[in-house]
């Protein structure tokens, strides 16, 4: 059996939460140092203060761009999320035979993915209103039953079904 490796990155979406965010931290930095000129003694500060709240707010609004990287390697799947395109956090690692459904997110499986039995949920997406979103579930090392929904490309999923062809449901496969 050969190796395989396939790897993939998916940029996520802003949403009104995060761009209220964004929009939050910019009147905050030009605000914040405004107060600093109603005190007459301290305006000498306000060009340092006004450039150290904008840098700090260009940090701020930079760590809010979300990338989710995928990585399949030799049937274990992990993901990592990147945040400002210079910090990496990892979401998860899993064995993709411990999956017990691979399929996407449609009406047909929709008693899958919103099992009771769900404790965990890791959304690493580009938006909950992309169509092609894709879910896995399956129960994690620590006996909770997860539900990973990402984006996996064509190549990614033909991976996968190479190993769990009877637990993969997509639109090429019957029931």
Request: overall charge positive; charged content about 25%; aromatic content about 10%.
């Amino acid at each position: 059996m050969s190796d395989v490796f396939v790897e993939q990155i998916v940029e996520r979406k802003p949403d009104a939460k995060a761009n209220l965010i964004k929009i939050g931290i910019a009147l905050a930095a030009i605000l914040l140092p405004s107060t600093v000129l109603f005190f007459g003694v301290l305006r000498f500060i306000f060009p340092v203060t006004l450039g150290l709240c904008c840098w700090g707010a260009f940090l701020m609004i930079r760590k809010q761009n979300v990338e989710y990287e995928y990585s399949f390697t030799n049937g274990e799947l992990d993901v990592d999320k990147i945040l400002g395109r210079r910090m990496r956090r990892h979401v998860l690692s899993v064995r993709v035979r411990q999956f017990d459904i691979l399929a996407p997110m449609t009406g047909e499986y929709r008693d899958e993915y919103e099992a009771r039995t769900i404790q965990r949920t890791e959304d690493a997406s580009t938006s909950p209103k992309s169509p092609d979103r894709w879910f896995a579930r399956f129960t994690d090392d620590a006996g909770a039953v997860t539900l990973l929904i990402f984006e996996p490309n064509e190549r990614m999923r033909e991976a996968m079904k190479g190993l769990i062809p009877h637990k993969y449901r997509g639109p090429d496969t019957a029931l």
